[in-house]
T-cell receptor, first 112, second 110 residues
């Protein structure tokens, strides 16, 4: 069974703070993804990575960065959190070339 | 125009009804089509995965792809209250990036 875990289910941060969201998968998947999900906008891809130390921008990378030092772990970093980054953040993983993405439970981030 | 369009609902049906959920898309290069189910406060889980045109059945669920019309559907037979969730369609070309619809919220009442 594929398992994708995220470090926190709920997080409250203040404007300007640096925020780290961590994601770990246990299925040796090459690809890992970070999305944010907002009502009426669906899932939007922030960044993805197809290998260790490799990353590609998604549709909305502004204000975010990522780090992938190990194959199983993919971190999303908000350098200076802003209120418009309040959202549900979802991590996913998949095999290289595989269509099926497996999602973590999500982190609901509130920036005040 | 969005690449993938999905009616947000909510769709409210009585238990036992047949439910039809739909997405349209604009990019004819899409070849792989998926349906995800997302319960409240959870991550999406893969429900159905199809390649190119045709039907695929899994228990009470049937996924249908009509590439000529750029239209995909998910049918749920004998719907149950436990089917109440948001259903997301997703599709991709020959890359690893998925394009998602915005999701349809389904409520099945007893």
């Amino acid at each position: 069974d594929v398992k994708v875990t995220q470090s926190s289910r709920y997080l409250v941060k203040r404007t300007g703070e640096k925020v780290f969201l961590e994601c770990v998968q246990d299925m040796d998947h090459e690809n890992m993804f970070w999305y944010r999900q907002d009502p009426g906008l669906g899932l939007r891809l922030i960044y993805f990575s197809y290998d260790v130390k490799m990353k590609e921008k998604g549709d909305i990378p502004e204000g975010y960065s990522v780090s992938r030092e190990k194959k199983e772990r993919f971190s999303l970093i908000l350098e200076s959190a802003s209120t418009n980054q309040t959202s549900m953040y979802l991590c996913a993983s998949s095999l290289l070339g595989g269509g099926e993405q497996y999602f973590g439970p999500g982190t609901r981030l509130t920036v005040t | 125009q969005k690449e993938v369009e999905q009616d947000p609902g909510p769709l409210s049906v009585p238990e036992g009804a047949i439910v039809s959920l739909n997405c349209t898309y604009s990019n004819s290069a899409f070849q792989y089509f998926m349906w995800y189910r997302q319960y409240s406060r959870k991550g999406p889980e893969l429900l159905m995965y199809t390649y190119s045109s045709g039907n695929k059945e899994d228990g009470r669920f049937t996924a249908q792809v009509d590439k000529s019309s750029k239209y995909i559907s998910l049918f749920i037979r004998d719907s149950q209250p436990s089917d109440s969730a948001t259903y997301l369609c997703a599709m991709k070309r020959n890359t690893d990036k998925l394009i998602f619809g915005t999701g349809t919220r389904l409520q099945v009442f007893p």
